[in-house]
């Protein structure tokens, strides 16, 4: 015989299972779990709210009104942790949404490897950290996107060579320090960026090879991009 679990029997097993099986909880983990605790107000709010009287009807308003409370703590600690990294935050180069903790804190910068100053998420390997990014944050598998004929958007890196540049990348965070604009326009926002060196540049800054289609850095003229491959190539075949 199939038992109901109320929801509010469900929550109190969720918060058990999450608060005794790590330990006092890193802060990344409170912000993912207040991420899930908003999705279940809004579940037991469209689903369960209306159309429920007597005893569900009280069972559902008590646990919406203790969640409410829950999510409101979860949401103070949240803000107060990204009031103490703020001048963490401005020193970087370029941030992005981390994966893990959900906030906009993965830092980028140049010569250093991808880290979050939220949850402290170090990645040791820079091509994992970009692909993680993607499917994660993007909603881009690298499955999904070779079977359906696409482009995976992760390429060989023109500084450092390995597999983690990102084109595209959503930054959450301009620094202040950035000089690279017209003061009219503001500073300007990074497009490509490195997951394993930290690099990052502006959408002109590199191109796709017109032969082959890799990526190359752009050079101060405005002709057509050609890698160092190719243009090797084609100096031997003159």
Known sequence: ????????????????????????????????????????????????????????????????????????????????????????????????????????????????????????????????????YFDVVQGISRYETVTHGGTWPIDDCVWCNEAALVADIDQLRVPTSATDALHCDGPARAYWGCFNCGETAGRTAIDRCARCDAVTEMGSDTGTPICANCFAEILRSD
Do not use: K
């Not at 608060?19 to 779990?33: F, I, K, R, S």
């Not at 919406?64 to 107060?80: F, H, M, P, Q, R």
């Open 1 to 132: 015989m199939q038992t109901f679990v109320g929801p509010g029997a469900l929550r109190n097993r969720a918060l058990h299972f999450t608060l005794t099986t790590g330990g006092e909880l890193p802060v990344g983990v409170h912000a993912q779990y207040g991420r899930a605790l908003n999705f279940v107000l809004w579940f037991l709010n469209s689903e369960f709210r209306e159309g429920t009287s007597g005893n569900i009807r009280d069972l559902v308003e008590e646990v919406i009104e203790n969640l409410t409370t829950e999510v409101g703590e979860i949401d103070d600690l949240v803000t107060a942790r990204m009031e103490t990294i703020a001048a963490e935050l401005d020193g970087a180069d370029v941030c992005v949404e981390c994966p893990h903790c959900r906030q906009p804190a993965l830092m980028l910068s140049a010569g250093a490897s991808a880290r979050c100053a939220f949850c402290l998420w170090t990645p040791t390997d820079g091509r994992a950290a970009a692909e993680e």
